[in-house]
């Protein structure tokens, strides 16, 4: 004798496959759930990878505070600094200088391009402590002493840069000062300042790859007309907890008193803000998917009543409790909605799995760049599996599937037993 309960039984022993259409939208329904849950973890994963790489490439390159001056440069930077480190939530700080400036390659022959990066003025054994920049070198050095430059990778593709080229770095000041001497007959010509390519950091992000160049702190000073060497445009910091950073700059904003402004990596990365709504916003709007598919076993199990009527009647003649029918029923949705979300479970990781590999796949087949590094920032779609997330969607769609299956199975377990068995 089995001691499976008799309800579930009863409830295998319906499903078992048979030439009737019940069976067909029963595998119907299998699949629809399989379908919405594959997509759940698919996207959802997606999504997590994609925040949980953009805040490591993000905190790789640029620290978790910036410390301002209100309406003027900071002086006396390292009074500041020792101020800022203080704070026990504090693990490091380092001054920084950074603007916009017009760079122009300098090639043996053909002609030189011009682009306007962001040139950011660091303090390398400072800078350490704060970012991930000195590692982040794939090619020379980083060596910034004496007009050195160290540029990304995307930038030095698209400039033909190499280890060793020299360019002419053009501040705001001199622009100004071309724009003052235009038309005078004295004027004096404004010469740029030459720099040499020291080495090419790959940052893992595009945006930063293709659009900031590495100084030292002094030459970022000297194209700012920042005379004085105690004069910076703010300080970065890097914190214990990046997601206690709202925390640590209100308690600086406070020691530092109103003349500082300090602002965190949320502020300044709106992206990262709108990617973790988005994850959110996506899980509500995707679990429409498993609703769509409960639906479908609802339909299943009504169809199935309908056909069951008079074995319905006879249990319920022969002794069986309304309870126990309705579990029938319930149990019948409980197995298609396991075989569903264990199903989905399995597509989904297997595609996540394969998902660069498919990618490069449609690539060669449509010539289509379906995950462009230029918007998105990243070379490959990143994934990440986060149990609870898995948890909920595996979770939340049995519960839906079941919810769908109530209505149906407690009509059943309702019914007269006279009246089902003269069901035609």
Partial sequence: MSQLPFELLLALR??????????????????????????????????????????????????????????????????????????????GVAPAVFGRVLLKTQPPSGQALVDAPVVRG????????????????????????????????????????????????????????????????????????????????????????????????????????????????????????????????????????????????????????????EKNVMLYILFFIVLVAAFGITCTLITFIVMKTREIGLMKAIGASSRQVMWVFLGQSLIVSVLGVLAGFGMGMLALTYRNGFLALMRSVTGLELFPAEIYGFSELPALVVPGDIAIICGGSLIICLLAAAFPSWHASRMNPVEALRHE
């Fill in 14 to 91: 319906y499903l078992r496959p048979k030439r009737t259409f019940v069976s067909v939208i029963t595998l119907i329904s299998i699949i629809g759930v399989m379908l919405g849950v594959a997509v759940l973890i698919i996207v959802i994963s997606v999504m997590s990878g994609f925040d949980h790489d953009l805040k490591e490439k993000m905190f790789g390159f640029n620290a978790h505070l910036k410390v301002f001056s209100r309406g003027r440069t900071m002086e006396n930077y390292a009074m500041v600094a020792s101020i800022v480190e203080s704070n026990r939530n504090v693990k």
């Fill in 122 to 277: 660091v303090e390398p054994q400072a800078e350490a402590k704060v970012s991930n920049l000195l590692s982040d070198v794939v090619e020379g050095s980083f060596d910034l002493h004496d007009h050195g430059l160290v540029v990304g990778t995307a930038f030095a593709e698209n400039m033909n840069l190499r280890v060793g080229d020299r360019v002419a770095v053009y501040s705001p000041e001199d622009l100004k000062r071309m724009e003052e001497n235009r038309g005078k007959d004295d004027a004096v010509a404004v010469v740029a300042s030459d720099y040499e390519i020291r080495g090419i950091f790959d940052a893992g992000f595009f945006e930063f790859n293709a659009n900031v160049v590495i100084a030292s702190l002094q030459d970022a000073q000297a194209l700012y007309d920042l005379e004085d060497d105690d004069s910076i445009h703010a300080l970065t910091v890097a914190v214990d907890d990046p997601y206690q950073a709202h925390q640590v700059a209100r308690e600086l904003e406070e020691t530092l008193g109103p003349d500082f402004k300090v602002t965190t990596w949320m502020e300044e990365s709106p992206l990262m803000m709108a990617v973790m709504a």
